[in-house]
């Protein structure tokens, strides 16, 4: 069990991990597409509004006289719209386009008239495409009838005019190659930190559950010592009561001593049994292959009986001849509690109906009883110890509510599923076995 509460602190702390890194590096890869598309929306503009060439606001401040932008330090004033304040764009996208940039842009400009028939190809700025080249990729996107978009790693941006359109596409593969670059590095040190993360975690886990495991542990030997505590005083009651009735005779006083030593002697049998079935059973079970078919109708034929004597039905649908492997008393013992548990809060006059049947791999044990529906909420509580879900009721058939857990636990240790829901007035336990994955251990036999 502890092993498996480390399983699940890894997987959790190396789950949040990974989403984490994956928000990190989804964010910064989308920052990274939005600076690249941002920044060839502003050049394709640019050389646009330029007629082919590049125009930009240094090129007009250059062009003005020395000093006829300075102010008394010497400085140069900086034009009207950068005086405000920076846009998001500014902040996270490609900022501004300085005078370098028209040596660094890779790109070329075909001109067309109204009806694309090409009059005009610039290829001066660009050594990848030749004129030919350039001629088809522009025919390409006037056939496309986009204005602008991305092909094979360019960038491209039709403007129309009264006369003529002006197709101007730059050559955006360096930049494309440098975010991917970035991408793929992000992604490889995330994995690397992944792995790293999760043997860290998976060494210093048991150091971190440490104070939960000697909490439970203390909790388990509580139970033990004060259930072999409270064996001795009983056997006293009941030896004493026996005396009693031998010298007196019996009398409703002694039976109910004696009825109540019963039940307590029983709850602190299956509190041992449930302290020790969560640690120690797997080591103890006796795995063998047996016909489950007759295990469960042996287990379950005595309550038919019992459930006569309570104005009661219970009918058997098992199917014959089904195998299964895993412990057999255990499989016996999970029949008797769930139909037991049945016989108890069934109502009278109602049929109990216990089935087994083969499901693909998997063994199926279902028992379905009429009674008061459970609260959905409650449903998944039946099997913690103790629990009871109507306290009187339980008081008037005996329940401990211990039971249902040591089921639980049978079921669990052959690595299987049981679970209860209300259906059809009443309510259904459901047993799901795995054929042939009980769980390992050291003593294993074959019949």
């Known amino acids: 069990m502890f092993n498996k509460l480390r399983r699940k602190f890894v997987l959790i702390v190396v789950l949040s991990l990974f989403i984490v890194e994956a928000v990190i590096i989804g964010v910064i890869s989308g920052i990274n597409y939005y600076n690249l598309n941002e920044r060839a929306d502003s050049l394709l503009q640019m050389i646009s509004d330029g007629d082919g060439k590049f125009e930009t606001e240094s090129d007009k401040r250059y062009d003005k006289k020395p000093d006829s932008d300075n102010n008394d330090n010497g400085r140069r004033d900086l034009p009207g719209d950068q005086k405000k304040k920076p846009k998001l764009s500014n ?139 409270i064996k001795t005083p009983l056997a006293i009651i009941s030896a004493n009561t026996e005396v009693i009735e031998m010298l007196e005779g019996e009398n409703e006083w002694t039976q109910s001593i004696r009825h109540q030593t019963s039940r307590l002697s029983e709850l602190v049998q299956r509190l041992l049994k449930l302290a020790k079935m969560e640690d120690e059973v797997r080591q103890e079970m006796l795995i ?78 279902s028992v379905f009883n009429k009674g008061e529906p459970i609260a959905e909420e409650s449903l998944p509580k039946l099997f913690d110890r103790f629990y009871r879900e109507d306290s009187s009721r339980t008081r008037d058939t005996g329940g401990s509510g211990i039971g249902l857990s040591i089921a639980k636990a049978i079921v669990t240790s052959h690595k299987g599923s049981i679970s209860a829901r209300n259906t059809d007035g009443g309510i259904l336990f459901t047993a799901t076995l795995l054929k042939g994955k009980a769980a390992h251990t050291a003593k294993k036999s074959k019949t």
């Open 288 to 365: 063998t292959e047996f016909n489950i078919s007759d295990a469960v109708a042996d287990a379950a034929e005595p309550f038919i009986t019992l459930a006569k004597s309570k104005n009661k039905d219970l009918t058997l649908d098992i199917t014959d001849g089904l195998t299964f492997t895993g412990d057999e008393a255990q499989i016996r013992e999970l029949t008797s509690i769930l139909t037991e548990n049945a016989v108890k809060y069934a109502e009278e006059n109602t049929e109990i109906k216990l089935s087994m049947k083969r499901q693909g791999k998997e063994t199926v044990l």
């Open 91 to 229: 902040l996270i996208g490609a900022g501004d386009v300085d005078i370098e940039t028209r040596y660094s842009t890779r790109y070329f400009f075909v001109r067309t008239d109204l009806e694309n028939k090409i009059k005009m190809i610039n290829t001066s700025h660009i050594a990848a495409l030749s004129a030919k080249e350039s001629r088809e990729f522009a025919a390409e996107i006037l056939e496309s009838g986009k204005e602008t978009g991305f092909i094979d790693g360019y960038k491209f941006l039709v403007t129309t005019s009264e006369k003529s359109k002006l197709v101007v596409v730059i050559d955006f593969n360096a930049d494309i190659s440098t975010a991917m670059n970035f991408f793929y590095v992000s992604c490889l040190v995330g994995f690397g930190s992944l792995v790293v993360v999760t043997v860290l975690v998976a060494l210093l886990s048991k150091r971190a559950i440490k104070p939960m495991v000697e909490n439970m542990e203390r909790q388990k030997q509580f139970i033990t010592d004060a259930g072999h505590e």
